[in-house]
């Protein structure tokens, strides 16, 4: 089988290397002998982005009788993405849509996302549960991000799963793919969430530079202009051709856009940096703080019950969030959103929902039934001030 995508076995061109990458995904995807059809993890990200349009290039390549294969894009929408990057990653995979039926290519883009009953603003500030931390297992990421998916793909039991993960986006992504690495080949492994599922990643030895300089290039299904156009927006500048060293170009165009209440982190530097053109995102920045300042327990024990939903005690500034703190977070999410779209129309945008009416009510519901049911979450645990 040949190398994949930028392999370093021997000094190529940017062609060169392309080349191989569609050849070997082309002799994956003829493979009769592993039927099924395929997923692409896809954030519509820059890596993802850059192995979705390898894959559309291989299928492009054969016969129309002889694509057998179904290929399915699979994005999780978390519903509290950067709302920018949101608004992307639906366009994109609509015009995926479109380009593939236009084309006579077996792909279909699918958004998937968490049940109602367990979305981010439910389950904080409806049943009152505190917001996760930086820990191993960033609970939110699995139960937002990959919960879904993998919802999707245990109907699915694709035969490979292609994944945009590389070595030098981070140590902590390195050492997941060297853990759950097939030893027989070092760009395909077992899912470690989904049993029996393979993954391949086509782009593992890619840098960050040549993932953008794969991306100067118009993407199968439209323009790259757009993707371009968010990460200089997120880093500030963007260090497409290395005209400082690659260290800088990494640093420019590694930004990654996640969810813009992400409690994990200290701050939200894409989302801040991308406010400072998009005046609208401001009070996003404003209420991000706002949100992890009350649910600190430490700074904020009055903010917590003492005690988990199930009654059990715990010490003060711990457990969930009481109820009356909820209401007051709610509240202020719901100016937040007006105070956004104040902007937004200003500037002739359309308006951006924070929080849907579905969540609302089921929200106030769960307040209704946890006063109802639940009065020691009602109130603070009484702090001793000896301790």
Known sequence: MQLSLFEDAKPLTLVEKVRAAVDEIKELYLDRTTPGPWAVACSFGKDSTTVLSLVCRAIQEIPVDGRW??????????????????????????????????????ITSRIVSRELKRSFWV?????????????????????????????????L????????????????????????????ASRFGESPYQKGIKFYTPIRTVTTEEIW??????????????????????TGECGLINPAGATKARN???????????????????????????????????????????????????????????????????GCITIPTRKHLFQRLMEVQEEVNDIREQDGLDPL???????????????????????????AMPVDPAV
């Not at 009416?357 to 929200?363: H, L």
């Not at 519901?365 to 946890?370: H, I, K, M, T």
């Open 213 to 234: 300089e794969f991306l100067q290039a118009p993407l199968p299904w439209g323009s790259s202009i757009e993707i371009r156009r968010l990460y200089r927006e997120a």
């Open 353 to 379: 929902v924070l929080i849907d009416d579905e969540e609302i009510e089921t929200i106030q519901a769960q307040w209704v039934e946890d006063e109802q049911d639940r009065p020691w979450l009602m109130a």
């Open 123 to 155: 389950v904080h500030l409806g049943k009152g549960y505190p917001l996760p931390g930086n820990g191993r297992d960033r609970t939110c990421t699995h139960q937002l991000k990959i919960e879904p998916q993998n919802n999707f793909l245990q109907e």
């Open 252 to 318: 420019a165009c590694g930004a990654r856009f996640g969810c813009w209440v992400c409690p994990p982190l200290q701050r939200d530097k894409s989302t801040e940096n991308m406010a400072l053109i998009h005046e609208w995102l401001h009070p996003l920045t404003e209420f991000r703080k706002e949100l992890k300042e009350a649910w600190d327990g430490k700074k904020n024990p009055q903010n917590r019950s003492g005690f988990m939903r199930n009654q059990k005690l715990l010490k003060p500034g711990q």
């Open 157 to 184: 039991k694709p035969a490979l799963l292609l994944l945009g993960s590389r070595d030098d986006e981070s140590s902590r992504r390195a050492r997941t793919i060297a853990k759950y690495e097939d030893e027989k």
């Open 69 to 106: 294969r179904e290929v399915y894009v699979v994005t999780s929408d978390t519903k509290i993405e950067n709302p920018e990057m949101e608004f992307y990653a639906h366009n994109q995979s609509r015009l995926v849509n479109e380009w593939a039926k236009e084309n006579a290519i077996p």
